[in-house]
């Protein structure tokens, strides 16, 4: 019994059955009238009931619920209980969508993090980044959110899938940020309008594209990683004071 619950607490054994499960689940798409896969994720359910009992048993409900991953965990199970009637079901999109929940899971990977070198630094750094480039942040969407209503108050009625409404010319702004396709925009509506409006919406989205994809993410991307390098240079400029202290010293 003993030997059995150690072995559904093995995190490492249950990543190998959820690597498993992800793995069955994307070959049974390749045969979706096949009942065999749907009888293995009616299986692998049941695996995963059998491991929060374990663990609920080892821990004690409030150990097992203290945990954010077992609550996680519980709750993705809670919601994949229908699977166990695929097999006399069929298959559907609600049940494929909710055994895939399952490989959420694997986030757990993500506890490695821990074992980087100097993680805690680096941690550290990206807390100051966050804090002193909030502002900053706080501008360029400020700055996209007004070029979006202006383009969309503009450019609608010419180009209604780029900015047909303020989400939609939102999307459109951001991307022709990222410098991604920016140059379709203005000849749709180069296009569909006539060669004066499509001479200014070269002009434009030029400018916009030159402005705010070129100048504003650099100057956010150099704000950024200067505030992340703020910490970890005080501490070479405090390892260089104590160095010159010394050799004053031994002068």
Same mark, same amino acid.
């Given at each position: 019994? =003993?030997?059995?619950?150690?072995? &559904?607490?093995?995190?490492?054994?249950?990543?190998?059955?959820?690597?498993?499960?992800?793995?069955?689940?994307?070959?049974?798409?390749?045969?979706?009238?096949?009942?065999?896969?749907?009888?293995?994720?009616?299986?692998?359910?049941?695996? @995963?009931?059998?491991?929060?009992?374990?663990?609920?048993?080892?821990?004690?409900?409030?150990?097992?619920?203290?945990?954010?991953?077992?609550?996680?965990?519980?709750?993705?199970?809670?919601?994949?209980?229908?699977?166990?009637?695929?097999? @006399? $079901? *069929?298959?559907?999109?609600?049940?494929?969508?909710? $055994?895939?929940?399952?490989?959420?899971? +694997?986030?757990?990977?993500?506890?490695?993090?821990?074992?980087?070198? =100097?993680?805690?630094?680096? $941690?550290?750094?990206?807390?100051?980044?966050?804090?002193?480039?909030? +502002?900053?942040?706080?501008?360029?969407?400020?700055?996209? $959110?007004?070029?979006?209503?202006?383009?969309?108050?503009? &450019? *609608? =009625?010419?180009?209604?899938?780029?900015?047909?409404?303020?989400?939609?010319?939102?999307?459109?702004?951001?991307?022709?940020?990222?410098?991604?396709?920016?140059?379709?925009?203005?000849?749709?509506?180069?296009?569909?309008?006539?060669?004066?409006?499509?001479?200014?919406?070269?002009?434009?989205?030029?400018?916009?594209? @030159?402005? *705010?994809?070129?100048?504003?993410?650099?100057?956010?991307?150099?704000? @950024?990683?200067?505030?992340?390098?703020?910490?970890?240079?005080?501490?070479?400029?405090?390892?260089?004071?104590?160095?010159?202290?010394?050799?004053?010293?031994?002068?």
């Amino acid at each position: 019994m =003993n030997k059995l619950i150690k072995w &559904f607490c093995n995190d490492r054994l249950m990543m190998v059955a959820i690597l498993l499960n992800t793995s069955i689940m994307f070959m049974g798409g390749f045969w979706p009238d096949n009942n065999l896969f749907d009888l293995s994720d009616a299986l692998f359910t049941l695996l @995963f009931i059998g491991e929060a009992a374990a663990k609920i048993y080892q821990y004690g409900w409030k150990g097992y619920w203290k945990s954010g991953w077992n609550r996680f965990d519980f709750i993705v199970l809670i919601i994949a209980l229908p699977s166990l009637a695929s097999p @006399f $079901l *069929g298959r559907n999109m609600a049940t494929d969508t909710i $055994l895939v929940l399952r490989s959420l899971r +694997l986030f757990k990977s993500f506890k490695l993090i821990r074992f980087i070198p =100097n993680i805690q630094r680096l $941690l550290k750094g990206l807390k100051l980044a966050v804090r002193a480039s909030l +502002l900053v942040f706080l501008a360029f969407i400020v700055f996209l $959110l007004i070029f979006s209503i202006l383009s969309s108050t503009i &450019f *609608g =009625n010419i180009a209604p899938e780029y900015f047909g409404n303020p989400a939609i010319s939102l999307y459109s702004i951001f991307r022709l940020f990222s410098i991604e396709g920016w140059y379709e925009m203005p000849e749709v509506i180069a296009t569909n309008a006539s060669p004066g409006w499509g001479l200014f919406a070269r002009c434009y989205f030029s400018l916009l594209m @030159f402005f *705010g994809g070129i100048i504003g993410l650099s100057l956010v991307n150099s704000i @950024f990683v200067d505030a992340m390098m703020d910490d970890n240079n005080d501490e070479v400029l405090e390892k260089l004071k104590k160095i010159e202290e010394r050799l004053n010293i031994e002068d």
